[in-house]
Structure formats: C-alpha cells, structure tokens
C-alpha cells in the first residue's frame, strides 16, 4: 500500500512511502534536509514498523517537539494501524 503522510512542525512537509505486512520500503521525503533525509529513508528501508519507531520515535530538532526522523516513526505507525483494518 502506498501511503502518504503530512509532517507537521518539521521543515519537511510530506513523506510518501510503501507498506507491506509490516515492511516499510520507498521512503520518500519532501522538502527538509536532502543529504540527511536521503541517509534515513536508505537506511530504513525494508526495516519494520517497531525498528523505524525504536530508533526515531522520542528524536528532536533542535528547540522543536519533534523532528524529520520523529514524523517518519508516526507515520509509519499510522499507515500499519490503517493497513490492519
């Protein structure tokens, strides 16, 4: 399943990925840092739900209450919850 999810509070603004069972595979972001960014969706790819939220869950950027890494972990939450229904 393809699924898309809008980041709030980080300079990204969208991150579009694919889902299967509970693999997490084309991890795209939009807009945010490209080289860093880039970095996390290679390094997360084809890792589960539970891996990509252990790793990135509680992260922050700077002063703010979440971060790039931060949203991908939500986001890849909300898609499995979603994919089980």
Do not use: Q, W
């Amino acid at each position: 399943m393809e699924y898309k999810y809008l980041t709030r509070g980080t300079c990204s603004r969208e991150i579009d990925f694919e889902i299967e069972d509970n693999i997490i595979k084309n991890i795209k972001f939009h807009g945010g840092c490209p080289g860093n960014l880039e970095a996390i969706a290679k390094a997360m790819e084809g890792k589960t739900v539970e891996e990509i939220e252990s790793l990135f869950k509680d992260i922050k950027c700077g002063n703010k209450p979440t971060s790039c890494s931060a949203e991908l972990a939500k986001a890849v939450r909300k898609a499995y919850e979603e994919l089980k229904k």
